[in-house]
T-cell receptor
């Protein structure tokens, strides 16, 4: 399967714990995006990488959130000191050229903070 | 004011009818427009893209764009129960680096 892969699919954590999610984009895609989606809402932009460079970050991305894309391949999104409000679906997407192709999304990681 | 707006629905249509989904956007410099379908508990799936004014048809789907009115629509002909899902409108700005999504419209196709 050469689609966008996200792990884990589900994560339940206690408030205050740190969590890390991984995204493996389609190999030819140099652009990688993280979005967050809560129930009944559309995806909200978090951050964007072109190759290994993090080019944009949303104001939604507080200092508890950090994302990396070492060597321009897979990416990780870490949330420190999780809060109940962090409970959401975290979606990763990749694209060769967004304007022409849109995104291909992964299956997402559903985070539940208890 | 949200940058991309959609009626949350639900929009209910009988099987075989035409479903019409609408989206408005605020950034006049927007260059690219996409429709995604999202089934419950799944991730969004790209179904249509449109870049210039007018209509674009792909099978049972037709996307319509009117940049002067800042309006995008999606028509689904011969609606099927399997079309029941949330449809997300996404808009790409001038830079073309990221997409802004609307809140989605839930479509229900009744047999």
């Amino acid at each position: 399967d050469t689609g966008v892969s996200q792990n884990p699919r589900h994560k339940i954590t206690k408030r205050g714990q740190n969590v890390t999610f991984r995204c493996d984009p389609i190999s030819e895609h140099n652009r990688l995006y993280w979005y967050r989606q809560t129930l009944g809402q559309g995806p909200e932009f978090l951050t964007y990488f072109q190759n290994e460079a993090q080019l944009e970050k949303s104001r939604l991305l507080s200092d508890r959130f950090s994302a990396e894309r070492p060597k321009g391949s897979f990416s990780t999104l870490e949330i420190q000191r999780t809060e109940q409000g962090d409970s959401a679906m975290y979606l990763c997407a990749s694209s060769p050229r967004t304007r022409l192709y849109g995104y291909t999304f992964g299956s997402g990681t559903r985070l539940t903070v208890v | 004011q949200k940058e991309v707006e959609q009626n949350s629905g639900p929009l209910s249509v009988p099987e075989g009818a035409i479903a019409s989904l609408n989206c408005t956007y605020s950034d006049r410099g927007s260059q690219s427009f996409f429709w995604y379908r999202q089934y419950s508990g799944k991730s969004p799936e790209l179904i249509m893209s449109i870049y210039s004014n007018g209509d674009k048809e792909d099978g049972r789907f037709t996307a319509q764009l009117n940049k002067a009115s800042q309006y995008v629509s999606l028509l689904i002909r011969d609606s099927q129960p399997s079309d029941s899902a949330t449809y997300l409108c996404a808009v790409g700005g001038n830079a073309g680096n990221m997409l802004t999504f609307g809140g989605g419209t839930r479509l229900m196709v009744k047999p």
